[in-house]
């Protein structure tokens, strides 16, 4: 049997039987992988707990027979990030993020770039100078511009007017045709996403720039709330999607909020 070496992110880890686990990875070369690791739900020794959601290991696998899964022989530890899983709200980001990058990569594909947007997020989450809700809006917004989503921000879809030269101060997103329509040309009752002005200028800020300029943004509250609302439903709804882990986040957004 050929064996190979790579290195990954868990993304997702599910039971398979009453010894064993199948844990799918997010790896630079490969893309996404799933492998079937044996008996290490019995053993805790044996991959010395270190399978655990977002863990950047080096692995080694044997290739499975026919249609088999890989099976996954030895991995250790490159980087585990203990400030995200220590955390219950920073583990809620960076579960959305992997449970939207799982279910928009396909099989046999490389995402480099997405690769690296993943681990640099997780690498700051872990640090924790950039509040998590601030990292999911850099998040969505760069995952949207790698993945092609590209909701249209410069201009009304209705009256094309640039959004620089619109007066009113609020704007409305149209989710059907992926773009925004100013205050005349729409209203409340027919769009339910609305943000202001200076939200979408914070916005179209950071798409245009690169992550490491983007992530020096000062997000202002009503930013940050506006923006999380307006993602939190424009990414799911694009990639034809409910995330799980979306509402067990805005659950514990809202529980932090009552404290
Ligand atoms: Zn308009």
């Given at each position: 049997m050929s064996s190979f070496s790579t290195s990954g992110i868990l993304l997702r880890r599910i039971d398979f039987?009453?010894?064993d686990f199948i844990i799918t990875f997010f790896t630079l070369n490969m893309g996404k992988l799933s492998v079937i690791a044996k008996n290490a739900k019995k053993s805790?020794?044996?991959?010395?707990?270190?399978?655990?959601?977002f863990s950047f290991l080096d692995l080694v696998c044997t290739s499975g027979r026919g249609n088999r899964l890989p099976v996954l022989k030895e991995a250790s530890s490159k980087q585990i990030f203990p400030g995200i899983r220590k955390n219950i709200n920073n583990t809620a980001y960076a579960s959305y993020w992997a449970e939207l990058i799982n279910k928009w990569m396909e099989d046999g594909q490389k995402y480099k770039p997405l690769f690296y947007l993943f681990l640099h997020m997780l690498k700051e989450l872990d640090r924790g100078y950039i509040s998590g809700e601030n990292l999911s809006i850099l998040f969505q917004i760069k995952f949207m511009v790698i993945s092609g989503m590209?909701?249209?921000?410069?201009?009304?879809?209705?009256?094309?007017?640039?959004t620089e030269h619109v007066k009113s101060s609020m704007f409305f997103f149209d989710l059907d045709n992926g773009g925004i329509v100013c205050e005349k040309c729409g209203s409340d009752s027919k769009y339910h996403i609305s943000f202001s002005k200076g939200t979408l200028k914070q916005l179209l800020w950071i798409q245009n720039k690169n992550f490491s300029i983007a992530s020096k943004i000062k997000f202002t509250d009503k930013a940050t709330k506006e923006g999380l609302r307006f993602l939190e439903t424009f990414v799911p709804y694009h990639l034809g999607t409910e995330p799980k882990s979306l509402k067990v986040l805005q659950q514990i957004r809202k529980g932090r909020q009552h404290v």
């Open positions: 039987s009453d010894f805790t020794k044996r991959f010395s707990g270190i399978l655990e959601p590209h909701p249209n921000l410069t201009y009304c879809i209705t009256c094309k007017t640039r």
